[in-house]
């Protein structure tokens, strides 16, 4: 609204100037253009220069204001990080997950199988997000917090050997879990969204603390066959379906079984932002820079073209004839 009224102002004001000196240049019109007098062209001129001055002042207040409007900078990355969701994936990095029993026709470790689903959840989420991803197995170890780019969390899930990083041992799964609720609960209340990928294979559970008001939602996800078990460290390790479901129960979440299908996207929620359409036409900035170039090149341009075609009179001096003749 103020750059419409600064517009208008200018109008009224270079149109009010305009008739003013058109009254003036009419004294001295054969003077100045000979008995021919100016090209018909020039009675534009005056409506040239006022419809280019306004356009001039438009644009620039129309980017003054959106100028103004903007929040500096570092304000608007506070303001972003503040509001940001956190996606945090909790992986099972335990020996039992590079057994070869998952995916539709079983022939997928559940480490890979645990890959592609994070890959498949990563590719239809956006908006605000923050990343993270904490690693367990005898312990919980944050490996990526906070990050923006989805990139990082893909190279910790493809191949990254952070089961080294852990002491050997058995998994402990209750403890793990309860280690990764207090890596998360100095967040912000309700904007951390928690996914554990785990086949439940691990030692009797031990007490699951309650789930921290930093985490909104929490899904337990459950990758390797949870009917036919894989020998390893003298038992047989399948998909604890019965285990992971006393998980999501205890953390108020819910459990998905990962194994054949992939997480259906309902479950994501809000986590599934719809794209924008694009934008059609310029935005109103753009528009703002269009008309102070146009509206200065022409009012540049009005000078230049009067001097060399506005008329056929030419006006010559006597002296330089004079000069000239003798």
Known sequence: MISLIVGLFVLLLVSLAEWIHGRRIRVAARLAFGTQ???????LVPWLRVASLTAFAWGVTTLLILKLEMPEDTSAKERQDAEATRLVFVADLSPSMFLKDSGPDGTLTRHARMREVVEGILQRVSGNLRFGVIGFYTDSLPVVMEARDPELVRNVFNGLPLTYAMPVGQTDLGTAINRTLEIVEDFPKSSTRMIILTDGDSIPLAPINPRPAS?????????????????????????????????????????????????????????????????QGLTLAQWAVLAMALGAFIYALIPVTLEYFGTDWKVRSVRKEVASAR
């Open 37 to 43: 007098g100016a090209k018909a062209w020039t009675h």
């Open 215 to 279: 985490v909104r939602e929490l899904l337990v996800l459950g990758v390797g066959n949870p009917r036919k078990g894989s020998f390893i460290d003298g038992h047989q390790s399948r998909q604890e379906s019965d285990t992971l479901q006393r998980v999501a129960i205890s953390l108020l979440g819910v459990y998905h079984d990962v194994n054949d299908k992939h997480l259906a996207t309902e479950a994501l929620g809000d986590l599934v932002v719809p794209l924008a359409l694009p934008h």
